[in-house]
């Protein structure tokens, strides 16, 4: 076997493997094979003969490698990927996140557009493309007071209530990363274009797709395990019986991570599925914020994020938003009622409604028997 020192060009031949899907959950053969023939890029290249010679591979395994490798396929995903500027991280990268390296098929590259942030501590809040009232505020509060102790929300790009979600976390300031069923140089669905260009420059979006990949309805169930890969517990919102966010809930009980539900009305096609999946005992139900850390950053009470924690009383009151400063100063002439207030920001009354119960639980603000809020001594 001829070796190459050369391992510039190492990242693309892994990204071409990974776009056949043949070693898909094979991780630790092409590690093999790697140690083997010196490098991913010679094992990419090698001839028939040597392929037979290492004895990782079966004959139909032989067969397999030599139909669909496409000898010009690195060399045309590089030029993409530094033409679009997207960056590529492979499975053997330390930057690879460590929880999606623990599931049975993880990707063998991701396509970054952005920054990744830390994955260490990711939530996933996902749900239906039509949620109603309830949903939107639901999932805006959750994200908004995950973000706000620390954590960084994922989901899937989609309109509803991902759109709510990417949306709320930036809002509050953090980060967040979009994971999309097509490339991430595609903008889907097209009338979240500006949100993913805002996500890219305060978040990460994340693809096993190459770039140009069109999103095709296939695709999203499989992007659906990286979601919940990548996060310790997924949050479903609202999802009706054949709901795509249930399939992310499945996932992440296959791979032993937490699943969380907001229980909703039972007359409403909604919430089925998040009421079936606490009914059957596979989500937990969760009614705040601090429901999820309890479970899942248990440590962190009277600490960072311990302002979500009930009782903490250990932690100095949290940092105000610039949106939440407004408020405060608008309360301190005295209390006001919700559409008073949205009325002098200029917001909607879900959005104020979300914010509102968010400073109530910083206890930054109070509500009287009037329905009016005030502003905490």
Request: neutral net charge; glycine residues 12%; aromatic residues 2%.
């Given at each position: 076997m001829v070796k190459t020192n050369d391992n510039s060009k190492e990242k693309f031949y892994w990204a071409a493997l990974g776009v056949s899907k043949t070693f898909s959950g094979h991780g630790e053969l092409l590690l093999q094979l790697k140690e083997c023939f010196g490098s991913i890029r010679d094992f990419y290249g090698a001839s028939e003969k040597e392929l037979r010679a290492s004895g990782l591979l079966s004959p139909r395994a032989v067969e397999r490698v030599l139909e669909i490798r496409d000898r010009d396929l690195p060399a045309r995903l590089e030029e993409s990927c530094s033409r679009l500027g997207i960056g590529l991280i492979t499975l053997e990268d330390k930057e690879y996140p460590p929880l999606l390296r623990e599931i049975r098929r993880p990707p063998l590259a991701l396509y970054v557009k952005g920054t990744l942030p830390d994955t260490t501590q990711c939530v996933a809040i996902v749900g239906s493309r039509l949620a109603d009232e309830y949903g939107r505020k639901s999932a805006a509060w959750f994200a908004r007071a995950l973000t706000e102790a620390g954590l960084t929300v994922v989901s899937g790009g989609a309109q509803g209530i991902d759109t709510i979600s990417h949306e709320a976390s930036l809002e509050a300031g953090g980060t967040?990363?979009?994971?999309?069923?097509?490339g991430v140089d595609i903008p889907y669905p097209y009338a979240n274009r500006d949100l993913f260009k805002t996500i890219s420059k305060r978040g990460a979006i994340l693809s096993e797709y190459p770039p140009g990949t069109r999103p095709e309805r296939y695709h999203f169930p499989?992007?659906?395990?990286?979601?919940?890969?990548?996060?310790?517990?997924?949050?479903?919102?609202?999802?009706?019986?054949?709901?795509?966010?249930?399939?992310?809930?499945?996932?992440?009980?296959?791979?032993?991570?937490s699943v969380f539900c907001i229980p909703g009305n039972i007359y409403s096609p909604m919430c089925h599925g998040p009421n079936d999946l606490i009914r059957r005992c596979q989500g937990i139900p969760v009614l705040e914020p601090a429901h999820i850390l309890e479970e899942l950053f248990p440590r962190w009470q009277g600490s960072k994020g311990s302002n979500l924690f009930p009782n903490s009383g250990n932690r100095p009151a949290a940092e105000c938003t610039a949106t939440e400063r407004k408020i405060l100063d608008y309360l301190s002439k005295g209390p006001a009622l919700p559409e008073e207030i949205a009325a002098f920001l200029g917001r909607g009354p879900l959005d104020m409604h979300v914010y509102l119960t968010q400073m109530q639980m910083k206890n930054m603000v109070g509500r009287d028997a009037c329905g009016r809020w005030f502003k905490s001594d």
């Open positions: 967040t990363i979009s994971i999309l069923g097509c499989e992007r659906n395990r990286i979601i919940s890969g990548i996060c310790r517990g997924v949050l479903v919102v609202e999802a009706s019986p054949r709901s795509g966010a249930l399939i992310t809930a499945e996932y992440a009980a296959d791979e032993g991570r």
